[in-house]
């Protein structure tokens, strides 16, 4: 027998899904959904622009530019990624790009290859009052192995 109560407060529900791209489904163009949020769990190949959530799903792929309030991947997003407020990228997600975001949040597992910048930081990087290190992160693969005199090298070049 279950017994309901009145008097406890409700927990805050998830958002609504607005638009769904289906798991078979492939859009090449653009995509505007205004305030509504939407799901990938297909293939996007071009733009999203957004003033609400994002979301790609663990099948999911973006190819192309995203401008969005909150993005969440627990797929794949490949290309630029213009986000006002929080991009998360869950212990399943894949980001690879230059990505700007007001907050950044990295479940372990997930994946951020390129560069990011947060959003207030981008003028210091513009005026050139700064090399940008605390502003922005530059990710790559990390070798396997202790690199010799010779890769130390190659690296102190590119920097």
Request: neutral net charge; proline residues 3%.
């Amino acid at each position: 027998m279950a017994v309901f109560r009145s008097s406890k407060s409700k927990s805050e529900a998830a958002p609504a899904i607005h638009s769904l791209l289906g798991k078979e489904v492939t859009l090449t163009g653009e995509i505007h959904t205004g305030a509504h949020s939407l799901r990938v769990e297909g293939v996007v190949d071009g733009i999203i622009h957004s003033t609400g959530e994002v979301s790609i799903a663990p099948n999911g792929l973006v190819k192309g530019t995203i401008f969005a309030k909150h993005l969440v991947v627990t797929g794949r997003a490949e290309g630029t990624m213009k986000i006002t407020d929080c991009l998360e990228i869950h212990g399943t997600g894949f980001v690879e790009g230059d990505v700007e975001v007001g907050s950044l949040v990295v479940d372990e597992g997930g994946t951020l290859q390129g560069v990011c910048i947060r959003k207030d930081q981008t003028r210091n990087l513009d005026a050139g009052t700064g090399s940008g290190v605390n502003g922005a992160a530059k990710g790559g693969v990390l070798p396997l192995s202790k690199p010799g005199d010779k890769d130390l090298k190659k690296l102190e070049s590119k920097y």
